[in-house]
C-alpha cells in the first residue's frame, strides 16, 4: 500500500472528482458514510452523547455530514463549529446547511462558546484534515486544549487535527488532538508510523473510499506500507522433490561468554524459519549450550573460550559451503573480534556471500565505517535506532531519521531493517517500507536476534534481500501478535515468538 504526501492526497482527490467523475460534495458524503460505518462497527449503538466539532474546511465538512448521518440513527448529537459564521469552504457550507435541517449548529468564536464535554461523552474531531501546514493557534487551539483535558473517548476524521500528515511538528509546544481512534481516507499518512507523533493516533483504520485508483498506482512516492496481502505475495511455496540443499547452507556468528541466549534465539528462530542447513560458529564457552538448545543445528567452535577470534576454528570451516553469513548477535566488541569481523567481511566480500548483520556487529561498523564498503552485494543491516546512529549521525527527529535511512541505503547499497514499533525497511533505491505487524510485547530482550535469524534464513532459501527484509519483519510482527493473543503482551518472551512461527507461516499462506 502506497503512502502518499498530503498534496498527493489532495491531488487524488481532484483526480477522482474528474475522471470518475463525480462532484466534490458527493465524494465527501462517500466519505462520512465509510466513517460513519465504522463508527458502528467501533462503538456499536452506544448511548453515550457524541460531541463533533468541525473546523471550516473540508474536514469540517466530513463532520457535519456525519452529523448529519449519525443523526438518522438514536443518538444524542451535539455540533459545534469553530470559528466559521461565515467562513468555510463550499463543501462545509453546503453540509452545514443540510445538517441545520435537524438540529442547531452552534458556532464557537470565544472561549466562553467552549461547551463543557462529559467524561462520559464521545467526541468526533473534525476541526483540521492532513492538508494542515501551520502550528494551530487562537480558538482552534483552545478547543484542542478542551477536548484533550475533558477525558472523553476522542475519534479524529482522517488525522488529529493540528498534526501534520508528512513533516514535523513541535509536539512539546504545538495543540494537537490526542485521539483514541483515527479513522484515515484510503491510506494511511506518514506521521501515523513515527515514533514520536503516533501516540496521538490511537487506533487507526484505513477507511476505502474509492479514489482514482489509476492516479494512485502511477503516483510516485518513496514510503509504502506492508500489508497482509503484500507479505503473502512474497512467499514461496516449497516444491514436492526437494531436498535440505535446496534451502540453504547458513552460518551465524553469534555469542560469547554471557551472551549465548542471543546466540540460541537467533538459531531457534533461523531453523524455525526453514533454513536447511545451519551451522552455529560459538566461543568454546557456548559448545555444549548450543548442542543441546539447538540440536538440529551444527556447532563449530572459535579457538578463543569466551569471544569470537576467528572463523577457522577447531575443525575447519570453509566459508565457500555457504550461502548466507549471520553475524552479530551476543558477539561483543572486543579488539580480537573487530579483527575478525574486519576478516570475516572482507571473505564474504571476495565470495560475494550475503550477509546479514545485527546488533555488536553494526556497533563496530558504527566505529569502523570503511566495512560497510566491503559488504557484499545483497547485504541486510538490522539497527535498532540508537545502533543505526551509530552507523550515521544523531536524528534531529523522526523525519529527519527517515532522509538518514534513505541517503545511508542510496549511498552504500545496501537494505536496512530499522526496527520499531513499525520496523522500516529501507533500500537502495531509497524506498522505505513500514511494517504492519508486532506489537508492545515485543519490545524485550532477545526479540531483535530473533529477526536476525528469520532474515538469514530466507536469504539462505534463495530470497532477494528486498523479499527476505520485508517477509522476515512481517513474520517477525505476525509470530509476536500470534504469542500476544495466546499469552499477552506482558508475558510473552522472544522464545515464545519463536515458537508461534509456524503459526505465523500457516495464518499467511
Not at 541466549?261 to 538459531?267: D, E, F, H, R, S
Not at 539447538?294 to 577447531?314: G, R, S, W
Amino acid at each position: 500500500m502506497k503512502i502518499l504526501s498530503a498534496q498527493q492526497t489532495r491531488d487524488a482527490d481532484a483526480s477522482t472528482i474528474q475522471n470518475e467523475p463525480i462532484a466534490s460534495i458527493d465524494l465527501m458524503e462517500r466519505a462520512a458514510r465509510a466513517f460513519t460505518r465504522q463508527f458502528f462497527e467501533v462503538l456499536g449503538s452506544t448511548v453515550n452523547p457524541v460531541y463533533v466539532f468541525s473546523g471550516p474546511g473540508n474536514n469540517g465538512g466530513d463532520g457535519l455530514a456525519f452529523a448529519r448521518l449519525l443523526r438518522q440513527h438514536p443518538y444524542k448529537v451535539n455540533v459545534f463549529t469553530v470559528h466559521a459564521t461565515d467562513k468555510g469552504s463550499e463543501d462545509f457550507r453546503i453540509n452545514r446547511d443540510r445538517l441545520e435541517e435537524y438540529l442547531t449548529v452552534r458556532n464557537i468564536e470565544t472561549v466562553q462558546d467552549i461547551p463543557e464535554i462529559p467524561e462520559e461523552a464521545i467526541i468526533v474531531d473534525g476541526l483540521f484534515g492532513s492538508g494542515l501546514s501551520r502550528r494551530v493557534e487562537g480558538i482552534f487551539a483552545e478547543v484542542i486544549n478542551n477536548i484533550n483535558n475533558s477525558g472523553a473517548t476522542v475519534i479524529s476524521i482522517d488525522i488529529p487535527s493540528g498534526l501534520f500528515a508528512d513533516h514535523p511538528v513541535d509536539e512539546e509546544r504545538a495543540p494537537i488532538v490526542k485521539a483514541d481512534h483515527t479513522f484515515t481516507f484510503q491510506m494511511p499518512k506518514l506521521s501515523f508510523l513515527l515514533p514520536k507523533t503516533a501516540h496521538f493516533i490511537g487506533k487507526w483504520e484505513v477507511l476505502d473510499i474509492g479514489l482514482n485508483r489509476a492516479f494512485i498506482e502511477k503516483t510516485k512516492t518513496d514510503y509504502y506500507y506492508t500489508d497482509q496481502p503484500l507479505a503473502k505475495s512474497l512467499l514461496k511455496k516449497r516444491a514436492i522433490h526437494t531436498h535440505k540443499g535446496d534451502y540453504g547452507k547458513t552460518i551465524l556468528v553469534c555469542g560469547s561468554y554471557g551472551k549465548m541466549g542471543a546466540a540460541v534465539l537467533c538459531a531457534r528462530a533461523c531453523l524455525h524459519t526453514g533454513v536447511g542447513l545451519l551451522t552455529v560458529h560459538v566461543p568454546e564457552c557456548g559448545y555444549q549450550i548450543m548442542q543441546i538448545a539447538n540440536p538440529e543445528a551444527m556447532t563449530t567452535v572459535d579457538p578463543h573460550q569466551y569471544i569470537f577470534t576467528e572463523l577457522a576454528q577447531k575443525g575447519g570451516t570453509d566459508l565457500d559451503k555457504y550461502d548466507t553469513v549471520g553475524v552479530g548477535p551476543g558477539i561483543g566488541t572486543a579488539e580480537e573480534t573487530v579483527e575478525a569481523l574486519k576478516n570475516l567481511i572482507k571473505e564474504a566480500q571476495a565470495r560475494q556471500i550475503p550477509m546479514v548483520l545485527d546488533a555488536d556487529a553494526l556497533n563496530i561498523c558504527g566505529r569502523h565505517r570503511e566495512l560497510l564498503d566491503l559488504l557484499p552485494d545483497g547485504s541486510i543491516l538490522t539497527p535498532h535506532p540508537k545502533e543505526f546512529e551509530r552507523l550515521t549521525e544523531p536524528a534531529k527527529n523522526d523525519f529527519h531519521r527517515l532522509h538518514l535511512l534513505q541517503e545511508f541505503t542510496k549511498s552504500y547499497k545496501l537494505f536496512v531493517v530499522l526496527k520499531g514499533a513499525h520496523t522500516a525497511v529501507g533500500t537502495p533505491d531509497g524506498e522505505v517500507f513500514f511494517n504492519s505487524t508486532g506489537n508492545p510485547g515485543m519490545a524485550s530482550g532477545g526479540t531483535g536476534d530473533a529477526l536476525t535469524g528469520i532474515i538469514t534464513a530466507l536469504v539462505s532459501q534463495k530470497y532477494n534481500a528486498f523479499d527476505a527484509a520485508l517477509l522476515g519483519v512481517y513474520l517477525h510482527g505476525l509470530a509476536g501478535d500470534l504469542a500476544a493473543e495466546h499469552l499477552s503482551q506482558e508475558a510473552m518472551l522472544a522464545s515464545n515468538l519463536i515458537d508461534h512461527l509456524g503459526v505465523a507461516f500457516k495464518t499467511l499462506a
